[in-house]
Each structure stands twice: as structure tokens, then as C-alpha cells.
């Protein structure tokens, strides 16, 4: 389900919630909306951001997705130790 900003809602149900989140997400991921943001956070705002976000993404998606949908990496990711 995709919706508009003005229909975004929390706390009714799962589906609305995390169709919600995806349009919140897309939303903050606006480069102006970023920088204007990012600008104004202290230090310690943004380490709490990039702590829990990394949290979030270490406890929902393998290393491939996160490789692969969010940092957008074409080919698979391979550690530097792995032949």
C-alpha cells in the first residue's frame, strides 16, 4: 500500500503503520530535508540517529540486503578477508 504524506497515520494497524514508515522514510531521505537536518543536529544527536538506525538495520535485514538496498552496491559484498 503506498500513500501520501497526508495520509500517514501510526497506531491503527500493522499494515498502515509500515506503509506509513516507508513514506516517513522516503520523506526524511529528501537530500534538502537531509542536509537542513543533519546541519542542525549536535554531536551526540547524531551518533543517537546513526545508533539506533544501525540497530534497526542490523536486526532486520542479512548483510546482503544491507549491501545491496542500502548502500545500493551492485555486486555481492565480499570482506576483504574472503577469497
Known amino acids: 500500500m503506498k500513500i501520501d504524506p497526508h495520509?500517514?497515520?501510526?497506531?491503527?494497524?500493522?499494515?498502515?503503520?509500515?506503509s506509513s514508515l516507508s513514506c516517513f522514510l522516503q520523506l526524511a531521505g529528501r537530500?534538502?530535508?537531509?542536509?537542513?537536518?543533519?546541519g542542525r543536529l549536535s554531536s551526540e544527536e547524531i551518533q543517537d540517529v546513526v545508533h539506533f538506525f544501525t540497530g534497526i538495520l542490523k536486526?532486520?535485514?542479512?548483510?546482503d540486503e544491507y549491501h545491496r538496498l542500502f548502500l545500493l552496491e551492485q555486486s555481492?559484498?565480499?570482506?576483504?578477508?574472503?577469497?
Open 7 to 18: 495520509q500517514m497515520c501510526f497506531g491503527l494497524n500493522l499494515e498502515l503503520d509500515r
Open 31 to 38: 537530500p534538502d530535508f537531509a542536509d537542513v537536518l543533519a
Open 59 to 63: 536486526n532486520n535485514l542479512s548483510e
Open 76 to 83: 555481492p559484498h565480499h570482506h576483504p578477508e574472503e577469497k
